[in-house]
């Protein structure tokens, strides 16, 4: 197994802004389409953004305009820059393959956003 490891979430106000980062030692992020996704309690996984090989971006409309999804090719990791959250983000997020490869979900990063 391939391990993804999420990390950057945490609780914040409505309004508040977090950085999500996503690694993996046997993952090439650049060459992979790679997503975002979340899950809230009760909830099926639902992917919030995508970013492909050649750096295309898109976003569910519930996050757009609000999150932006990018990679360091450098450090080879995944982020998720989330701002003005709103309590309907409150979920655990989890960044994985998002076209024709997955690998095994790791814990994710839970994000709790207080009215």
């Known amino acids: 197994q391939v391990p993804l490891v999420e990390s950057g979430g945490g609780l914040v106000q409505t309004g508040g802004s977090l950085r999500l980062s996503c690694a993996a030692s046997?993952?090439?992020?650049?060459?992979?389409?790679m997503g975002w996704y979340r899950q809230a309690p009760g909830k099926q996984r639902e992917l919030v953004a995508r970013?492909?090989?050649?750096?295309?971006?898109n976003y569910a409309d519930s996050v757009k305009g609000r999150f932006t999804i990018s990679r360091d090719v450098s450090k080879n990791t995944l982020s998720l820059q989330m701002n003005n959250l709103e309590p309907e983000d409150s979920a655990v997020y989890y960044c994985n393959g998002a076209h024709n490869i997955q690998w095994a979900w790791g814990q994710g990063a839970q994000v709790t956003v207080s009215s």
């Open positions: 970013i492909t090989s050649a750096g295309m971006t």
């Open positions: 046997r993952i090439i992020f650049s060459i992979n389409t």
